[in-house]
C-alpha cells in the first residue's frame, strides 16, 4: 500500500464549478501537511499547508482529518488557469523528507 | 532572491553510463533535497543533504549519490543507468528550521536509452 494515495484523475470541470480533491495517508506518525501544484512539465510549487483546524486561502480550502487519515483540497469557483496536477504531501516528524502521492490531475474548461 | 536553479534542463544517456546532475539553492538556505519524478507519479525521495552531509536517504541503491558544497549547491550522481532511471530529476532547497518548506528547481530531464 502506497504512503499517500490520490485519486489520479483527470477531473474534468467547467469554469466557475467547485471540485474536491481526497487524500489518504496510511502511517498515523505523519506531521506536517501539504497541497503542492505542478503544472505540465514543470516544478512542484507548495499550494498551502493544511492545518487540524482546516485553513483557507482564497478559493482554496484545505482539511485535515487525523482519525480518519484523511486530507482533502476543495476549490470554489474554478479557473481556467486552476488546471494543473494537485500534489498531497505528508511529512513525519522530524523528518525533511517530503512523501508526495501521483496527483490529481484537474482540467478546467471553458 | 536567486530561486532554485538545475542544470542541465535535458539530458541523454545511454544505459551503462553515468550522469552528474547540479543544484544551486535558494539564497539564504543550507540543505538541499533531491527527488526522481517518474512519467505519471509524484516525486520520490532520494536523499538530503545539509552542511555538506546526507542527511537522509530514500529506497534508492548505491549508485545514486551526492554532495554539497560548501555555498550549498549540490550535485546528484547515478553510475550504471538503467532504463527505470529515465524521469525528471528534482532539487529542492530549504532553510533548515524552516517548517519544512521546500523550494522546487525545474527540474533535469534525463532520458535513459
Known amino acids: 500500500r502506497k504512503e499517500v494515495e490520490q485519486d489520479p484523475g483527470p477531473f474534468n470541470v467547467p469554469e466557475g464549478a467547485t471540485v474536491a480533491f481526497n487524500c489518504t495517508y496510511s502511517n498515523s506518525a505523519s506531521q506536517s501537511f501539504f497541497w503542492y501544484r505542478q503544472d505540465c512539465r514543470k516544478e512542484p510549487k507548495l499550494l498551502m499547508s493544511v492545518y487540524s483546524s482546516g485553513n483557507e486561502d482564497g478559493r482554496f480550502t484545505a482539511q485535515l482529518n487525523r482519525a480518519s487519515q484523511y486530507i482533502s483540497l476543495l476549490i470554489r469557483d474554478s479557473k481556467l488557469s486552476d488546471s494543473a496536477t494537485y500534489l498531497c504531501?505528508?511529512?513525519?516528524?522530524?523528518?525533511?523528507?517530503?512523501?508526495f502521492g501521483t496527483g490529481t490531475r484537474l482540467q478546467v474548461f471553458p | 532572491e536567486t530561486g532554485v536553479t538545475q542544470s542541465p534542463t535535458h539530458l541523454i544517456k545511454t544505459r551503462g553510463q553515468q550522469v552528474t546532475l547540479r543544484c544551486s539553492s535558494q539564497s539564504g538556505h543550507n540543505t538541499v533535497s533531491w527527488y526522481q519524478q517518474a512519467l505519471g507519479q509524484g516525486p520520490q525521495f532520494i536523499f538530503q543533504?545539509?552542511?555538506?552531509?546526507?542527511?537522509g536517504r530514500g529506497n534508492f541503491p548505491p549508485r545514486f549519490s551526492g554532495l554539497q558544497f560548501p555555498n550549498y549547491s549540490s550535485e546528484l550522481n547515478v553510475n550504471a543507468l538503467e532504463l527505470d532511471d529515465s524521469a525528471l530529476y528534482l532539487c529542492?532547497?530549504?532553510?533548515?528550521?524552516?517548517?519544512?518548506?521546500?523550494?522546487f528547481g525545474p527540474g533535469t530531464r534525463l532520458t535513459v536509452l
Open positions: 504531501v505528508v511529512t513525519y516528524y522530524n523528518t525533511d523528507k517530503l512523501i
Open positions: 529542492a532547497s530549504s532553510s533548515r528550521g524552516t517548517y519544512n518548506e521546500q523550494f
Open positions: 543533504y545539509y552542511r555538506e552531509e546526507e542527511n
